[in-house]
């Protein structure tokens, strides 16, 4: 008897509670058609929402309708979401942002960081491997394990095996004993840093930024290559947002986008500033891209 | 069946030698010390920031039973037409997490997606239990009812009162299962509780994690007392209320799925590059472009599928029959086994991909992780399957006093049987889990799988799934001729 009392209790309080939470949802979606983007999940996975969120909040302010960031987990759950127009707006990778754009026809790169026009990706080791820093990939790599971050990064994967192709006339797995894709930049270097594996690529802006966080331990883990610069992440608009915001309006996010001067919100990228970009400038990814058979020709 | 176990046998330690259980970490122990410590020291302040997640947890698992059970029904009416019986073993045999990332493209990441994802599988799982409890119970009812009854007459007054008790235990362990899919689906980026568990384990702030997993323990523990077969109907209705359903559904999308993107790449590639999207018809460069995937992918993410789901099946078998005598009475005593069982269900209900992520995180990505998460969790159901079976056991007199002897020459032999029956049933299972856990990184299916979707190669990836639905119908073809072959009982599939 006390047993099912306590289970009727116990369910009316559970659906009560189901219910208010489910009424905070519901009123939490407005009327008009808020502005929704995204940006690939490249490091540091929790401060993801705080990142973004800010750079939200500048935008529903200049553009004085409502901004919404979703999260996402994997770099083509971004390319869906633009793809699909749950989305219109994201903060790609140079290859993420060529995918998505290839699969939106009429969308556009508006801007990117003044970093991203030279963009650069840094090759490291743990220090038990004893390779150290030289003008060229060092040849005894070969055999040892190595970790890119996303199956879909620019600076994590696409242009580190581009080059180590060019270098050693091989494929990943035909270089080193074990490939690995660590999901991140951040991961990949906790994962050399930690000797999960020897080698490792990842984004020089992230690696700047963790060795200023304290994050690294220089004894541990080292730079061995920093590779030749490319363009890399850009902010993309789907072509069809005049429609839907009136005409006009992607020339105004873009000129919001460059325009922004605080130092919070750029920190959060991190970039000094944001330049004009168009889709041309990334046709070297592309070609890239199709040369190593990730986007086919 | 000693044949059987030892030819089994034989299979796993040949592929043990041609797998790969390369321990990857320099140090494989150092972060299971902070992992505990989190553990220990659950942050319970940072839940409140997961309680969207928890309400989504628990509204996309009952949107999505609640579909299945619908569409399940549905077609256990019709169960007796191959078409629906092949299609209830197509959609079952692919794993939710797959459902996800085909779902991925075609609706968006959104509340929709993981309600499909949910009750697609579900259905072909509910219809071919409800098809089999109403098969296998008391026909007499149904004799007796005079001619010309209608079939709904016929179905709520004969049909329904005899199997109602079986259908409602089977859906409310569903409901459990359903939890599990939907937490786990979070960490293919839905805002579920997954979604933050991998977050968590990833960036190693444990503390969290620990306090998510006891969130999410308490979830699947506390069901028994709020899961009213009364409430359940009222519930469904409340969570397709709150379901944040806030992207419309787009056909545009969907025909772009089924007539493009899945079209093989040498039939759409002038298409493609001329603007046009235009389908040309070329069978042999698409012969071609098939021969090459079967020999770059197909073929090794099948080999290493297989491998993988045949040591982890042995390992299950082992860990089963090592730790059902804890919960059995026939071995221990009432306070060990209240103990044991508590960790047998602690074991069961942490999902496989979630053990195969901690694992993992500790020895990175080779198979040996994979091969202990699977075997864990399958071998923790197993064991408390037998262990249960075993109590009904009635010792004959005079039986062996050691319980070694016990063991071997007195309940063993009696529930081989039934045992070897439960993990042919887990096969099929362990294949799917395999599959799967090539996300993380292993090299089964699932790696190339995820590859072909990260890569924007719905064409490949749609074939590679295909395969792996393939393989595991087969498997599931190969569990049942054996079964039969060597006249196991067949009790009903609800494990």
């Known amino acids: 008897m006390i047993h099912y009392l306590f289970g009727q209790i116990f369910g009316v309080v559970f659906y009560g509670i189901l219910f208010l939470l489910g009424q905070t949802l519901v009123t939490n979606t407005a009327l008009a058609q808020p502005l929704v983007f995204t940006a690939i999940p490249d ?9 973004f969120n800010k750079v939200a909040v500048y935008l529903q302010e200049k553009l004085a309708i409502e901004v919404i960031y979703i999260p996402v987990k994997t770099y083509s759950a971004s390319i869906a979401a633009f793809k699909n127009n749950a989305v219109q707006l994201a903060w790609f990778g140079g290859l993420s942002g060529v995918q998505a754009r290839l699969a939106v026809p009429g969308s556009q790169a508006i801007a990117l960081g003044e970093e991203d026009l030279n963009f650069v990706s840094y090759f490291i080791a743990h220090t038990s491997t004893g390779i150290t820093e030289a003008a060229t990939l060092p040849d005894n790599l070969a055999g040892r394990t190595f970790t890119f971050g996303s199956k879909g990064s620019t600076s994590g994967r696409l242009m580190p095996e581009y080059f180590l192709r060019q270098h050693f006339e091989k494929t990943p797995s035909q270089i080193f004993r074990r490939v690995g894709f660590s999901g991140n930049h951040s991961k990949s270097l906790q994962l050399v840093q930690s000797g999960s594996y020897e080698l490792g690529v990842l984004n020089y802006k992230v690696w700047e930024a963790e060795l200023a966080a304290g994050k690294i331990n220089l004894k541990k883990v080292r730079i061995i290559w920093k590779s030749p610069s490319y363009p890399d992440y850009n902010w993309s608009i789907r072509g069809d947002v005049d429609k839907i915001w009136g005409i006009g309006f992607l020339e105004k996010v873009k000129s919001v986008l460059l325009a922004i001067t605080d130092k919070e919100i750029l920190q959060a990228f991190p970039r000094k500033k944001f330049v004009a970009a168009d889709n041309k ?3 070297p990814i592309l070609k890239t891209a199709q040369n190593i058979g990730i986007i086919r020709k | 069946m000693l044949k059987t176990s030892l030819i089994l046998l034989t299979i796993a330690l040949f592929a043990l030698l041609a797998a790969d259980i390369e321990v990857l970490t320099l140090d494989p122990w150092r972060e299971l010390g902070r992992l505990t410590l989190g553990f220990f020291t659950p942050d319970f302040l940072a839940v409140w920031n997961f309680k969207e997640a928890l309400l989504n947890t628990i509204v996309f698992a009952f949107c999505g039973t609640s579909l299945g059970i619908l569409l399940g029904t549905i077609l256990a009416f019709k169960f007796e037409l191959t078409a629906v019986r092949l299609f209830a073993a197509f959609v079952r045999s692919i794993h939710e997490i797959f459902w996800v990332l085909l779902f991925l493209p075609v609706f968006g990441l959104n509340a929709f997606c993981g309600v499909l994802a949910i009750a697609v599988p579900y259905a ?4 071919k239990v409800y098809a089999e409890i109403i098969q296998e119970s008391e026909a007499r009812p149904r004799d007796l009812v005079p001619v010309g009854t209608s079939g709904v007459s016929l179905f709520f007054y004969a049909v329904l009162p005899v199997v109602w008790n079986d259908l409602k235990q089977y859906t409310a362990y569903r409901f459990e299962c359903a939890l599990r899919s939907s937490t786990v689906l979070g960490f293919i980026g839905l805002p579920t509780l997954g979604f933050h568990l991998e977050t968590a384990f990833s960036e ?29 109907v009222l519930f469904s209705i409340l969570s397709w209320s709150v379901l944040p359903l806030t992207t419309q559904f787009s056909w545009e999308n ?4 089924f007539s493009w993107e899945i079209v093989p790449w040498p039939l759409r590639r002038d298409g493609f590059f001329a603007g046009t999207g235009e389908v040309s018809w070329n069978l042999n460069a698409v012969s071609e472009w098939f ?6 992918e197909i073929f090794w993410g099948v080999i290493n599928t297989l491998i993988l789901t045949q040591i982890a099946l042995v390992g299950s078998a082992v860990i089963a029959l090592v730790l059902f005598p804890t919960v059995s009475q026939h071995f221990s005593t009432k306070l060990l086994r209240q103990v044991s069982h508590l960790q047998l269900i602690v074991l069961r209900s942490t999902p ?6 901690i694992f993992i995180l500790l020895w990175g990505p080779s198979m040996l992780p994979a091969i202990i998460a699977i075997s864990l969790h399958n071998g923790a159901i197993l064991a408390f399957l037998i262990g249960r079976h075993s109590n009904l056991i009635n010792l004959c007199h005079g039986f062996p006093k050691r319980r070694l002897d016990r063991y071997f020459f007195e309940i063993l032999p009696r529930i081989y049987g039934s045992f070897l029956a439960f993990l042919f049933y887990r096969w099929e299972v362990i294949l799917r889990e395999s599959a799967i856990l090539g996300i993380l990184g292993v090299a089964t299916l699932g790696f190339y799988i995820d590859s072909g979707f990260a890569e924007e190669k719905l064409d490949v990836a749609f074939v590679l799934l295909l395969v792996t639905a393939l393989l595991n119908l087969t498997v599931d073809h190969i569990s049942q001729r054996t079964r039969k072959h060597l006249h196991l009982s067949n009790e009903t599939s609800s494990i």
């Open chain 2, 124 to 127: 072909g799982i509910f219809a």
């Open chain 2, 291 to 296: 021969v090459k995937l079967l020999n770059e």
């Open chain 2, 204 to 232: 190693g702030l444990y503390s969290q994690a620990g306090a998510l997993l006891l969130l999410f323990y308490l979830l699947v523990s506390s069901l028994r007392w709020w899961l009213k077969p009364k409430f359940v």
């Open chain 1, 281 to 283: 400038l990334f046709i």
């Open chain 2, 352 to 357: 496989e991909y979630l053990l195969a992520y």
């Open chain 1, 43 to 51: 490091q540091d996975t929790e401060r993801l929402q705080e990142r």
């Open chain 2, 254 to 257: 969907m025909i772009r799925f």
